[in-house]
């Protein structure tokens, strides 16, 4: 039973280009999301979160959607950078409760 | 200001033995959670505590596992009696506290291999 889902297991992006990553979830009790980036060999570092009460929320390079009606988000990243290669983890969180994580997006940039 | 602290980082036990994982809070962290990620997983999660309470232990299994967070000193995740299924990466995060706005702060994570 998995509520945060992330269908895409890799992506592949050429430097300079934009990098969207997708992530559905099915609990419409999720009020609080969050992106994770993991680099091999590290923990995860919080990158960019956003309330359901908000569509979008940006910061720098990063920008996170969220349409509550489709149950889905996405995180675009642009310009994308060779420093962003990493796994991605899409994690949702009911108020004050656990945070659910997606299994994690592998994202390459290509030169 | 060190942030959350794992060790071992890496731990090679052979099945049957106990396996014991610490983690360290980021400084004024009072709230711990462990994670396990499987190979080609996401992360799962596994507990939460705050100093010498268990608040969540839905994500832990019922038998062998078994985690603490004492007033002094680090949080322990204990597996007893491991199994080669044990063998995974577990994550510790803390957080100052439980609130709808804060995010949780990982360790490097522990790699545990059963052979």
């Known amino acids: 039973d998995q509520q945060v889902k992330q269908n895409s297991p890799s992506l592949s992006v050429q430097e300079g280009r934009i990098s969207i990553l997708n992530c559905d979830y099915t609990?419409?009790?999720?009020?609080?999301f969050l992106w994770y980036k993991k680099y091999p060999a590290e923990g995860p570092t919080f990158l960019i979160s956003?309330?359901?009460?908000?569509d979008k929320n940006e910061d720098g390079r990063f920008t996170v959607f969220l349409n509550k009606s489709a149950k889905h988000l996405s995180l675009h990243i642009v310009p994308s950078q060779p420093g962003d290669s990493a796994v991605y983890f899409c994690a949702a969180r009911i108020r004050d409760d656990k945070i659910i994580f997606g299994k994690g997006t592998r994202l390459h940039i290509l030169p | 200001n060190a942030g959350v602290m794992q060790n071992p980082r890496h731990l090679v036990r052979r099945r049957g033995q106990e396996a014991r994982l610490r983690c360290s809070p980021m400084k004024g962290h009072s709230h711990v959670y462990w994670y396990r990620q499987l190979p080609e997983e996401g992360l799962k999660f596994m507990v939460y505590?705050?100093?010498?309470?268990?608040?969540?232990e839905s994500g832990m299994p019922k038998e062998r596992f078994s985690a603490e967070f004492p007033k002094e000193g680090p949080s322990i995740l204990r597996i007893q009696q491991v199994v080669r299924g044990d063998s995974a990466a577990y994550f510790c995060?803390?957080?100052?506290?439980?609130?709808?706005?804060?995010?949780?702060?990982f360790g490097p994570g522990t790699r545990l291999l059963v052979l």
């Open positions: 956003i309330s359901s009460i908000k």
């Open positions: 609990n419409s009790m999720f009020d609080y």
């Open positions: 505590l705050q100093k010498e309470n268990i608040i969540d």
């Open positions: 995060a803390s957080s100052p506290r439980l609130a709808l706005q804060e995010t949780q702060y």
